[in-house]
């Protein structure tokens, strides 16, 4: 159990990629009618950076 | 709800008791050796300076501490409410976002009252009112009371030791630093704020601290969910102005003005009177959460919050004696 949640914890930026910043992105731009390029959806505009982003944070340890 | 006797004793070395509640009743012969500048004072002189440090210091450790029960209940019952208010679509956001802000921030304060019991001491009637303050006041910033507590009272015991001090990592040469060490000590890789916390804990393997490494993961893990559920259920940007972002600046300044600004320079400055220093705020008194008379509360941690400018006044004679640079008020 005290395993998995460490696993969980280390994979948490990108859990949050995805369940956090993903949406919040989409949203905002809806928000402020900026339309996302090459046709895509909003929520798979967030998914294109929060998910590198998300898995970046993971292997150097940092946001930015 | 009133604080515990006072210790005149000076004749006793700092102690813990089995809850960890903190006796600031050490004495000028513990600590005789490092004095500093007070070193010059033989010892007849400290120890009568010190009873009258007492003596004056005794007179401000009584004081009201309804309005931080107040406010602490108030403030988390209010931001309780902005979230089905957001999801209901009846609340101004950036209002919310600004007190949500406010109440991150100073719930740090009134929980810091309560991890002192200033609320209620152990074994008295209203010590459940004591917890409960703590333990509210810091949900906003994802910081379980169990780890506050336990980690806020470790660094009184040794402040300013760079191995032992919890908060010690936000130590940085300048301001600008400073404020940005409060942000990068929260990255996921680096041994900082709570991921030292976190450490600490562990390294102390007690029931206590295992129990407070327990909440936090909860606490965690509870922030995350409801993030990640908002978000994903059209409500991210209520979710991120009511708790992500004003976590992030709370906890910011929590960090500046809680532990950079009343403890820099840290290297070296472990004595009774050197860990803390006296300064003038750009902000006031008030904004920097009564942090210019920090060292107040260092020396005698009973004293309320509130009472720290006042009791600093009554005891600056005895603390220019003792060799504490009192130019800045």
């Known amino acids: 159990m005290e395993a998995a949640v ?50 970046q944070t993971v292997i150097r340890g940092r946001w930015l | 709800m009133a604080d515990g006797p006072f210790n005149h004793s000076d004749d006793q070395p700092m102690v813990k008791d089995k809850d ?32 009258e440090e007492i003596e004056i210091a005794r007179q401000f450790h009584s004081g009201r501490m309804w309005p931080y029960v107040v406010a602490a209940w108030g403030c988390f019952a209010v931001w309780l409410s902005f979230f089905p208010l957001a999801i209901m679509g009846w609340l101004n956001l950036p209002l919310a976002f600004v007190l949500s802000c406010i109440f991150a921030t100073g719930g740090y304060v009134t929980s810091h009252e309560a991890m002192h019991s200033n609320i209620a001491r152990e074994g008295t009637k209203y010590r459940w009112v004591n917890e409960w303050v703590g333990k509210v006041s810091t949900i906003p910033i994802v910081f379980p009371f169990s780890m506050a507590r336990l980690m806020h009272l470790e660094h009184h015991y040794h402040c300013n030791d760079p191995v032992k001090d919890p908060d010690y990592t936000d130590e940085a040469s300048n301001m600008f630093a400073a404020w940005y060490k409060t942000w990068y000590n929260r ?21 206590a601290a ?37 976590r992030h600046i709370g906890l910011s300044y929590i ?32 904004m920097s959460m009564c942090m210019e008379t920090h060292l107040i509360h260092h020396l005698y941690p009973g004293i309320p919050n509130h009472r720290t400018k006042e009791a600093y006044f009554a005891l600056k004679p005895i603390l220019e004696k003792r060799g504490v640079d009192t130019s800045a008020l």
Do not use: C
């Open chain 1, 6 to 55: 460490k696993k969980l914890f280390h994979w948490m930026p990108f859990l949050f990629g995805i369940g956090f910043i993903a949406p919040l992105i989409a949203q905002t731009m809806v928000a402020l009618h900026v339309e996302p390029p090459f046709g895509l959806s909003p929520i798979l505009f967030g998914l294109l950076i929060g998910i590198p982003w998300g898995f």
């Open chain 2, 20 to 51: 960890s509640a903190f006796f600031n009743v050490e004495t000028d012969a513990d600590h005789a050796l490092p004095l500093h500048s007070g070193d010059s004072l033989d010892r007849h002189t400290r120890r009568n300076l010190r009873k």
């Open chain 2, 187 to 207: 990255q996921p890789g680096v041994d900082g704020s709570i991921h030292h916390y976190k450490r600490i804990l562990a390294g102390m393997g007690t029931p």
């Open chain 2, 210 to 246: 295992e129990k407070a490494l327990k909440d936090t993961m909860k606490l965690q893990l509870i922030f995350m969910t409801v993030l990640f559920a908002m978000a994903w259920s059209g409500y991210a940007i209520e979710a991120a102005l009511i708790w992500w972002l004003p």
């Open chain 2, 255 to 286: 960090r500046f003005y809680l532990s950079w600004a009343p403890h820099h320079p840290r290297e070296g400055k472990t004595n009774r009177y050197e860990t803390t220093r006296i300064f003038k705020s750009r902000l006031g008194h008030v």
